[in-house]
């Protein structure tokens, strides 16, 4: 069974940058797994930020970038804003029609 | 614009059934595969179940094969997602999605589906 990995949590400062990551808990991630990244705020419906490992969805910033990084999938996000302060979940294709989530990252902002 | 409205959910008992509708407009429909995902109340996203353009392939997590199972009508643009035996753990929202590269391009808002006696 394919597990997906996030941190938990993670906390950055007003205008820092911080890199989330998406993994395999056997494995490495590749642009194989087309990876993709999805920003959720409490009682809303997730927004997708990036698909297919770097490309950005219509009307998102530049602030948030996608990447693969050793042997993850990553999101950056640069100049953090109050407003990013979200829930923030990767998913990976694994073949078959099927997609696995990761359990999403917590993003503080503070 | 690219809209997904999803409709249908409520309350059911377990063991019960439950059909779930997905309007879309602003896409060429029948060109995209769609999907299906659900979060629990105060958990994480779950892939459920995709479909193809012409409906030659389906998809499913091991949890809901056998009880539910997705459609298309690309007529009426819509999507939907019968489901059957309903259990406890299936209690949650239901968010309709178009694909892109193996992922999720453009969300619904969502129909929360409770199961309980």
Partial sequence: ?110 | EVQVTESGGGLVQPGGSLRLSCATSGFNFRSYWMTWVRQAPGKGLEWVANINQDESDKYYVDSVKGRFTVSRDNAKNSLYLQMSSLRVEDTAVYYCVRDCFGGASHWGQGTLVTVSS
């Fill in chain 1, 1 to 110: 069974q394919t597990v997906v990995t996030q941190e938990s949590s993670f906390s950055v400062s007003p205008g820092g940058t911080v890199t989330l990551t998406c993994g395999l808990s056997s494995g490495s991630v590749s642009t194989n797994y087309y990876p993709s990244w999805y920003q959720q705020t409490p009682g809303q419906a997730p927004r997708t930020l990036i698909y297919n490992t770097n490309s950005r969805s219509s009307g998102v910033p530049d602030r948030f970038s996608g990447s693969i990084v050793g042997n993850k999938a990553a999101l950056t996000i640069t100049g953090a804003q109050a407003d990013d302060e979200s829930d923030y979940f990767c998913v990976l294709y694994v073949g078959s029609g099927a997609w696995v989530f990761g359990g999403g990252t917590k993003l503080t902002v503070l």
